[in-house]
């Protein structure tokens, strides 16, 4: 089955350190997305690309954080500094809206934590 | 604001009994509806999409939608230990939008 790929799966860093994850969308798909996941706060949007273009990345903290995609294999977020609050599982997951509302699938997720 | 509601549980049912999941959502141009599965530790995995007013089945898994009302359930027949997870309830206004998703319903089968 084709998967979306996310690495790394789990990093320990320090406060103020910067953390760079990515993902690899499942081929084919044209629409990925990053959120984060806590408890308190459920699934949150974060940023979102279609055709490799950003489309809407409200959900993210500007100062610190970044998202790109350099290619369509490719999505990056990074966190620049980090500071423990950015503690929590950050999941990508792609699409393809070119066939009406399709779902996304989701990565196995990067948990963060931040000391 | 779109918003997606769900109840958080924890929702305990017994081995074997019926599982009844619902959602409601805000946003009345919204097409698409889809449940996702997260178990503890684990990423959503998608089990179930609807998409026009009425029950679609898939193995123990039935959901319901009402647009008029602006709910969509999750049915569980049968229910296992194994289907003990959180499940988020997904909506899309359209096509250009990314889901939107509830904060989801812990479920608890006892055995």
């Known amino acids: 089955d084709a998967r979306v790929t996310q690495t790394p799966r789990h990093k320990v860093t320090e406060m103020g350190q910067e953390v760079t994850m990515r993902c690899q969308p499942i081929?084919?798909?044209?629409?990925v997305f990053w959120y984060r996941q806590t408890m308190m706060q459920g699934l949150e949007l974060l940023a979102y690309f279609r055709n490799r273009a950003p489309l809407d990345d409200s959900g993210m903290p500007k100062d610190r954080f970044s998202a790109e995609m350099p290619d369509a294999t490719l999505a990056t977020l990074k966190i620049q500094p980090s500071e423990p609050r950015d503690s929590a599982v950050y999941f990508c997951?792609?699409?393809?809206?070119?066939?009406?509302?399709?779902?996304?699938?989701f990565g196995d997720g990067t948990r963060l934590s931040i000391l | 604001q779109k918003e997606v509601e769900q109840n958080s549980g924890p929702l305990s049912v017994p081995e074997g009994a019926i599982a009844s999941l619902n959602c409601t959502y805000s946003?009345?141009?919204?097409?698409?509806f889809f449940w996702y599965r997260q178990y503890s530790g684990k990423s959503p995995e998608l089990i179930m999409s609807i998409y026009s007013n009425c029950d679609k089945e898939d193995g123990r898994f039935t959901a319901q939608l009402n647009k008029a009302s602006q709910y969509v359930s999750l049915l569980i027949r049968d229910s296992q230990p194994s289907d003990s997870a959180t499940y988020l309830c997904?909506?899309?206004?359209?096509?250009?939008?990314?889901?939107?998703f509830g904060k989801g319903t812990r479920l608890s089968v006892i055995a």
């Open positions: 997904a909506v899309i206004a359209s096509g250009n939008t990314p889901l939107v």
């Open positions: 946003d009345r141009v919204s097409q698409s």
């Open positions: 081929l084919g798909h044209n629409t």
């Open positions: 997951a792609s699409g393809r809206t070119s066939r009406g509302n399709q779902p996304q699938h």
